[in-house]
């Protein structure tokens, strides 16, 4: 039988889903490295949600009102890449133009996992059109639709009116049985059916293996009964294989309207493979060209042509999610067009969110705050400066793991309100005490347009690095606002004092961490990081009040867009250099002046944030720290690690070495030592 001829012998779905199949293990082969079993066992199931069923314009992959579909089961690439291939989705440049080719060419598949190749182990966000969100860490890709879902919930309330729709999208996201045995997609999914979100359809791939063999290991829980008591809609479909029943599954979810949709698909890994159908063998390992060409001869491909797409299978794709994108982002532009003139204003900022722009004005209202030796906590300070930006940016929202009354981040303005149950309008979000599916959720949100946030305590960043790496590795310009900084939590106790933290965010890469040193600085480090929007920020803010420093004796805050500026120099080369972030900024002072009385020259340096500093040009680093003055104190209620590039290898550092303990706060520095006095005998020693 000739290539041609095998085509024609079978039915155009089935070859389509069939080549899903064979470009993934060929692919997986020729790299000789990823995993072939589970885009063999969910290609009808990618099939049937892509090409039959999404609203999505391959010509137009950022169009807003596309269904979204996330592959949360990243080690499952190859189906989402053959996918986006068959389906012809179009390249797009960094500026959002899309480009006269594929998004995801032959040759990249060919290429996969190889250097320079868009197609990456995992799926990467940004590498090509058609990845909404980088997923590999199981249980992330799930978290991110759960916030994708609410983007689709708050943009439809904000802005839909009665004859002009313009978002009524769902979420699709396929997950494995290592995203539902993770913490965080039980969070998301305990989230989502609190909120109701029904344009949320998860389909499980019940395959009965993960890596170490049968789930029956480590995994006996009834995952159905589990997810309905989240409040889900929860459907079954024994095979994967069944296209109807998958079709009927997706129906009933379009039917169901107060629910979040769960389909249970049972599949068998490496389906067609007939020595390693239904083994952990197929799961992480190509297959063998011998046993791959087993498998075609099973799908009735040729069996020896490599990357082979039969005649026909990219045109089926055309005339259906083709045509039908096609045709709804058209009817959508006519609306669109409509509504620009029906609400020029909303369609305005609308625009402005399309295009990762800020509105004028945003920062208008940004207070500056009045010296005083009394002070406040930056947590307080920061309450009101996201406020008073939130105010005028009407499409950033964010909330807390249970905690805005502590850090502050509740928006207080008219207007301002919360997303709840069918209440979908609001800007302050209720994530619950889930800091790790908040991270995913934010970056669901962010992924979808909006400028949002997420905040906590910073001891438990712990809880939501994870997320936190992934709004780094995707440049998702998303916040996390985290206050109770440092010892400074007092009472609390060890568990409640972040130590390491400032350490461990800093390492991660592009992640852009801020620690102001009054209210001022509060504010111009919030200015700074609103025009970053490639990279996502960490605030970490005190509960304590630290003093509002007078600024007609320092210098101004705006220094800090610099990462580090001068606050405070003497005449002439300096005997020292202090330097601190935060709450330890004043202590810095306090010393300085306690010196200066000495006869010694200090000079005195905030360093709200390293990232930014490093960033600058080597003048005005050498400036700041001139080399030649070598005698430097650090100073942070933190661990070391970071500061020795700033203090240098005859530098010295005041701050904590250990974990630490319960006691009024100002009790806890003067245990430790972090005070002006030991700030002054480290500049001498
Ligand atoms: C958070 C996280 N832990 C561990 C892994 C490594 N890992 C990749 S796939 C997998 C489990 C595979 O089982 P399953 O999720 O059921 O996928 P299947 O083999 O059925 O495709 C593991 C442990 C990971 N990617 N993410
Ligand atoms: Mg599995």
């Keep these: 039988m000739t290539a041609k001829e095998s085509t024609t012998a079978n039915d155009i779905e089935t070859q389509a889903v069939d080549t899903i199949r064979a470009l993934s293990m060929d692919a997986v082969q020729t790299a000789n ?353 996201l406020n008073a930006i939130a105010k005028n940016v009407p499409f950033m929202i964010g909330g807390s793991a249970d905690l805005a009354p502590s850090t502050k981040t509740e928006l207080t303005f008219e207007g301002a309100g919360s997303f709840l149950p069918r209440q979908y309008g609001g800007r302050n979000l209720h994530f619950g005490i889930r800091e790790h599916a908040m991270a995913g959720i934010i970056n669901g949100l962010s992924l979808s347009g909006l400028r949002s946030y997420g905040s906590t305590f910073f001891v438990f960043t712990d809880y939501m690095r994870g997320g936190m790496r992934l709004s780094s590795i995707m440049h998702q310009p998303v916040w996390y606002i985290v206050t109770h900084d440092s010892i400074g939590v007092g009472e609390d106790g060890p568990t409640h004092q972040p130590i390491e933290h400032l350490a461990a965010c800093r390492s991660i890469p592009g992640l852009y961490v801020f620690r102001p040193g009054d209210a001022n600085e509060v504010a111009e480090c919030y200015r700074t990081a609103m025009q970053i929007d490639d990279h996502p920020c960490v605030f970490t803010l005190s509960r304590q009040n630290m003093p509002t420093l007078d600024r007609t004796k320092f210098a101004p805050a705006s220094g800090c867009s610099r990462g580090a500026y001068i606050l405070s120099d003497c005449d002439g080369t300096p005997d020292v250099i202090l330097m601190a972030s935060g709450s330890e900024l004043s202590l810095c002072i306090e010393a300085a002046e306690k010196l200066t009385a000495e006869g010694k020259k200090a000079r005195v340096v905030s360093m709200p944030c390293m990232e930014l500093f490093a960033q600058q040009d080597p003048s005005y680093i050498d400036e700041v720290l001139p080399p030649a003055v070598t005698n430097r104190v650090g100073v942070e209620a933190g661990i070391r690690m970071c500061w020795d590039r700033w203090t240098g290898s005859a530098g010295k550092f005041v701050g904590m070495t250990r974990f630490g303990v319960s006691a009024p706060y100002d009790e806890v520095y003067k245990h430790f030592q972090i005070d002006a006095d030991g700030i002054v005998k480290a500049a001498k020693g």
């Design 33 to 385: 490295s990823g995993h072939p079993g589970t885009p063999m066992a969910l290609a009808p199931i990618a099939y049937q949600v892509f090409n039959k069923t999404m609203n999505y314009d391959p010509a137009r992959p950022h169009w807003p009102n596309r269904d979204r579909f996330i592959l949360s089961c990243g080690h499952a690439s190859m189906l989402l890449y053959s996918t986006l291939h068959l389906a012809g989705v179009k390249a797009v440049d960094k500026s959002g133009k899309v480009l006269d080719e594929l998004s995801i060419k032959l040759e990249d598949i060919k290429n996969f996992r190889q250097l320079g190749s868009v197609c990456a182990g995992h799926p990467e966000y940004s590498e090509a059109a058609g990845i909404e969100t980088t997923t590999g860490p199981l249980g992330a890709g799930v978290s991110n639709s759960v916030g994708m879902a609410m983007a689709e919930k708050w943009l439809k309330t904000n802005y839909n009116t009665d004859d002009e729709v313009l978002f009524n999208y769902n979420v699709y996201a396929i997950c494995s049985d290592g995203d539902l045995m993770e913490g965080v997609a039980c969070e998301a999914a305990s989230i989502a059916g609190h909120l109701q979100l029904d344009n949320l359809c998860w389909l499980y791939d019940d395959n009965h293996i993960t890596i170490e063999g049968d789930t029956e290991l480590a995994f006996s829980e009834d995952v159905g009964t589990r997810f309905k008591g989240l409040g889900w809609n929860v459907l079954h479909v024994d095979d994967a294989n069944d296209r109807n029943a998958l079709a009927a599954a997706i129906e009933k979810f379009k039917t169901c309207h107060d629910k979040p949709t769960l389909i249970i698909c049972r599949s068998i890994i490496g389906w067609g493979a007939p020595n390693k159908q239904n083994t952990h063998g197929a799961h992480g390992a190509p297959l063998g060209w011998d046993e791959i060409a087993l498998a075609k001869k099973n799908y009735n491909f040729p069996p020896d042509e490599k990357f082979y797409v039969p005649e026909g299978v990219v045109e089926h794709f055309a005339e259906n999610v083709g045509r039908r994108g096609r045709d709804a982002s058209k009817a959508w532009d006519e609306i669109w067009a409509k509504y620009q003139k029906s609400h020029p204003q909303k369609a305005a900022e609308l625009q402005l969110m399309f295009d990762g722009k800020l509105p004028e004005g945003w920062d208008k209202d940004v207070p500056t705050f009045e010296a005083s030796e009394k002070g406040d906590a930056t947590r307080n300070s920061g309450g009101k400066v």
